[in-house]
């Protein structure tokens, strides 16, 4: 191997400057490593930076100017080895009065496809950069995407956002019949991606020098592309730019909306139906305010086939991002609700190769400590909430599954009863002795959710509702109704009530459904999370409960279930059920509730539950009285910890 120390030379018209600097050339024939091409790209940034800084000097331009030129130069060489001519005027201009030659051996560029761009990024100035959102795509991470985006056969692709061209090299690379169109505002990168792709002979590629959101064009099969991320409060004509994309999608945006979060609107009219949209992006939209928009529009206009959260441990970007994701969407008129939503969560890079066999073959629920893949129906994803929370909802189910069972297989769960006429068919002590009824016609009941106050429904807790002359009563008739009870049906067939739609299905009008008094009822809305209660008493219960049957008969284990369904573990299970009604309001139906996941009642000791029993019933007299009940929850929460982990 050969070795040997070169000179960079700065020639002017009259005077030649040397600088010295230590470059190693390797044989042509040898393949050259990582380190070498990391070595290259050094000594290269050097070199132009010094002469940024002599046109500093020389020409009194500004720093960002300077190494913009400087780099350009560079460019300039390149090109000429390439034959591919580049052109940004005025900076030919200036370069036409000086030739600045660079040490460099070009097989590093040749076998290194983002060689430019690490350069780039290490030349450029920082400020520079941020503004313009110029932060590149790991190779990896473009071969990941590109190997998604090329499932469906894709024929005409778009990049928005150029840069380097690094989509277009990585797709180029797996399959070459690709016809590509390509949009970048900044001249230099523009500049950087046509020396990039003319390693590749002769692409069918079209460069469009100017700001995506300007532009309009045919339809495409993929688009794909790290979007530009940029605060718009570092951006110049904000409103003038958001208002544009406004009147496209017809819709008001947030004005702390992220520019990234514009290309995703762009992008819709320029694909396909059926068409693949890529993008790499910061997940912040995921959670943030002006995300609700975002999110909004992908469930009206695409089908979500997936997005996969890199965590701050799974690297991404180099340079500034810490959090990143990728989403991919299938664009669809209209979208089917329930298609499968893969929510992949990446904690460690797991390497391209995979992430790829991963994404491609796993299709159920999966979690381990680097990756986990959670699938949930596009209907499920409410876009007023936070999204990020979905990835995560079946690591405690996973880590456990082996422990749980659905409270299905030992309860059935029922709506309560509906009565077609709450005012009618209630009755409060007063109304009882207004009609002067016969009790053998009456249930108790309980008919609205706040009347329980507690975890457990007592007899003294009813009695106090009679006292109060709360409705306590259900008329339950299924027998010949007595001449008091006749004239109150015909006070009822007055009002029409006989002719409601429940009433009118029930013979005769005036029965009611049948039920058995549940031990167990679980609220049907919620805002943070189910409330279910313990009915000591002989009441039924209206629609404002579902009714649980557990199909055992042993008081302790009763009490075992209902503390854990109040529990937290149970509340983290039960996300996975939730339907969303928007403002933080759940609604949960009966076959919800039933899909609850529970400890395998069968499987823990009879001890441990009367343990847990005891334990919980000293929980509710202290719920009652307002003790302090801190200990006795953690004590619950950490018995079923290691009931759930055991
Ligand atoms: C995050 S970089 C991605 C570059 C490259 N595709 C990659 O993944 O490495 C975004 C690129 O978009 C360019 N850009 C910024 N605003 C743009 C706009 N409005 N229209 C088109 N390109 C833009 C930037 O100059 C930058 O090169």
Same mark, same amino acid.
Request: hydrophobic share 35%; net charge neutral.
């Given at each position: ?28 024939? +040898? ?10 790209? #050094? ?37 000429? /080895? ?66 998604? @985006? ?24 797996? &399959? ?114 002006? @995300? ?25 970007? +180099?340079?500034?991002?810490? &959090? ?5 969407? &299938? ?42 893949? %959670? ?13 990020? /929370? ?29 009565? @077609? ?64 009870? /006749? ?19 029930? %013979? ?28 000591? &008493?002989?009441? #039924? ?42 403002? @933080? ?47 006795? /929850? ?13």
């Amino acid at each position: 191997m050969e070795t040997s120390t070169t000179l960079l030379q700065f020639e002017k018209k009259e005077e030649t400057f040397e600088i010295k600097s230590e470059i190693k050339i390797v044989e042509k024939e +040898e393949i050259i490593d990582k380190f070498e091409t990391d070595k290259q790209v #050094l000594n290269i940034v050097s070199q132009i930076k010094n002469i940024g800084k002599l046109l500093i000097t020389e020409y009194k331009i500004s720093e960002e100017e300077s190494y913009k030129i400087a780099f350009y130069s560079f460019l300039k060489k390149i090109s000429q /080895k390439q034959n591919q001519i580049i052109s940004i005027s005025e900076y030919d201009n200036i370069l036409s009065e000086r030739n600045f030659n660079f040490h460099f051996n070009i097989k590093h560029f040749l076998q290194c496809p983002n060689f430019l761009e690490k350069i780039y990024s290490k030349s450029i100035p920082i400020g520079y950069k941020k503004n313009r959102g110029q932060f590149f795509t790991p190779i990896d991470i473009a071969e990941f995407m590109a190997n998604i @985006g090329l499932k469906d056969n894709p024929k005409k692709v778009l990049d928005p956002a150029l840069g380097g061209g690094i989509f277009i090299s990585t797709l180029n690379h797996i &399959t070459n019949n690709l016809s590509f169109t390509t949009v970048e505002k900044d001249p230099l990168c523009l500049a950087m991606a046509k020396i990039n792709l003319s390693r590749y002979g002769n692409l069918n590629l079209e460069y469009k020098n100017m700001d995506f959101l300007d532009f309009n064009n045919s339809q495409y099969d993929l688009i794909i592309a790290n979007p530009p991320y940029v605060r718009f409060h570092d951006i110049e004509n904000r409103d003038e730019t958001i208002s544009k994309i406004e009147t496209e999608i017809d819709s008001k945006l947030s004005r702390l909306i992220n520019y990234y979060a514009l290309f995703f609107f762009k992008a819709k009219n320029l694909l396909k139906e059926g068409g693949k949209l890529i993008f790499i992006t910061p997940s912040e939209f995921l959670n943030v305010n002006y @995300g609700t928009s975002v999110k909004e529009y992908f469930k009206k206009n695409y089908e979500i086939d997936s997005i996969i959260t890199f965590e701050n441990g799974a690297l991404v970007f +180099e340079d500034n991002l810490s &959090t990143a994701c990728i989403t991919v969407l &299938t664009r669809k008129n209209n979208p089917d609700k329930n298609k499968k939503v893969k929510l992949i969560k990446l904690s460690k890079w797991i390497g391209k190769n995979d992430l790829i066999k991963f994404y491609n073959e796993k299709q159920e629920n999966y979690s381990d400590e680097n990756i986990s893949l %959670t699938l949930l129906k596009q209907g499920e994803l409410n876009y007023k909430e936070k999204w990020l /929370k979905y990835f995560n909802k079946n690591e405690k189910f996973e880590s456990c599954k082996h422990n749980l069972i659905k409270l299905s297989d030992i309860a059935f769960v029922n709506r309560g009863i509906a009565t @077609g006429a709450n005012n009618y068919f209630l009755f409060s002590n007063s109304k009882f002795k207004e009609w002067n009824l016969e009790e053998d016609y009456f249930k108790p009941v309980i008919a609205k959710s706040n009347f329980c106050k507690f975890i457990d429904f007592t007899n003294e807790d009813f009695e106090n509702l009679i006292f109060q002359d709360k409705s306590s009563h259900l008329l339950y008739c299924f027998s010949e109704p007595s001449q008091n009870l /006749k004239k109150f049906i015909e006070h009822g067939e007055k009002q029409n009530l006989h002719k409601r739609y429940l009433t009118s299905k029930r %013979t005769p009008w005036y029965s009611m459904e049948k039920r058995d008094v549940a031990p167990i009822w679980a609220g049907v809305f919620s805002r943070d999370g189910v409330k279910f209660i313990l009915n000591k &008493t002989n009441c #039924l219960n209206l629609t404002t409960f579902h009714a649980i049957y557990p199909n055992f008969n042993d008081e302790n284990k009763l009490l075992f279930l209902v503390a854990f369904l109040n529990s937290e573990h149970c509340k983290e299970l039960i996300k996975r059920e939730m339907r969303s009604y928007g403002g @933080g309001l759940n609604k949960f139906e009966p076959k919800d509730l039933e899909n609850i996941p529970v400890p395998d009642i069968n499987n823990v000791s009879q001890q441990k539950i009367d343990e847990i029993a005891s334990l919980f019933e000293d929980y509710l007299k202290k719920f009652r009285t307002k003790q302090d009940i801190s200990s006795q /929850k953690m004590e619950l929460e950490n018995e079923f910890e290691q009931i759930l982990n055991a």
